[in-house]
């Protein structure tokens, strides 16, 4: 009978270590977090056409990525412009082209969210810089050897 009971007691105690140990598969979920962007953050001599891409680490909640959450600056003036969502990436199109030269701030704030309804857990932030000015002036022939 001794035994009987050691061994219903190994039982009990195993069964509870394990269901304690077990986890809810809502706890494996990692917030949602920006993964990469394009360009890439203090990229140079990016076109004055270019999109702002952030590829996000889980599904996000497409009612949750728009004008926003996804903001585009130059300087301290928003850039107006479509957000579009699909396959992780939220995309920020410019309505008119970028200027010449000049550094624009890219980020998606915390508003965002995936599809549980988690929150980044803190606003991202990139920034890139326009090509450079074009030289508008013809060439000049200095020699004809």
């Given at each position: 009978?001794k ?19 077990c ?43 728009n ?33 010449y ?25 990139t ?19």
């Amino acid at each position: 009978m001794k035994y009987n009971k050691s061994l219903l007691f190994f039982a009990i105690l195993l069964s509870t270590i394990m269901f304690v140990s077990c986890n809810n598969d809502e706890d494996d979920v990692d917030m949602p977090s920006v993964a990469s962007t394009n360009p890439d953050n203090n990229s140079i001599d990016i076109s004055q056409t270019a999109r702002v891409e952030f590829i996000f680490s889980s599904e996000m909640d497409p009612q949750t990525i728009n004008n926003t959450t996804v903001i585009l600056l130059e300087g301290n003036t928003q850039v107006e412009g479509t957000v579009s969502y699909t396959n992780k990436t939220a995309t920020f199109t410019p309505t008119e082209i970028l200027a010449y030269n000049t550094i624009y701030t890219a980020s998606v704030n915390s508003g965002a969210k995936n599809m549980l309804g988690e929150s980044l857990a803190k606003d991202y932030i990139t920034t890139f810089t326009t090509e450079g000015v074009i030289d508008n002036m013809a060439p000049e022939i200095n020699s004809t050897n």
